[in-house]
């Protein structure tokens, strides 16, 4: 069992940044595919961001070159640099990991709550 721990969200103004954390407790870090997920009231959760064990990146198109992925798994943590912050950004944001040997192991965070005013 893999316990993913977000941190960084609040309220930010609109073309504002905010850094989102999430802390892993695994020993296996380096072999999890990890993602960023975000989901509004009525709507599905959807990627935002991803992140492989090999480090390819992808992105939704909405955050295509204001959002940043990454990891230190050193540290066991993932990181969302958001920039140029949009009120349509305002979400709960759930950090995801996926084991890469044994795609059957499927792990969230509790979210983080991310607001952008206009």
């Known amino acids: ?7 960084g969200g609040g309220l930010v103004q609109f073309g504002g940044s905010l850094r989102l954390s999430c802390a892993a407790s695994t020993t296996i870090f380096s072999r999890y595919n990890m993602g960023w997920y975000r989901q509004t009231p009525g709507k599905q959760r959807e990627l935002v961001a991803g992140i492989s064990s090999g480090e390819s990146t992808k992105y939704a198109d909405s955050v295509m070159g204001r959002f940043t992925i990454s990891r230190d798994n050193a540290k066991n943590t993932v990181y969302l640099q958001m920039n140029s912050l949009k009120p349509e950004d305002t979400a709960v944001y759930y950090c995801n990991a996926i084991n890469s040997g044994d795609r059957t192991l499927v792990y969230w965070g509790q979210g983080t709550r991310v607001t952008v005013s206009s």
């Open 1 to 7: 069992q893999v316990q993913l721990v977000e941190s």
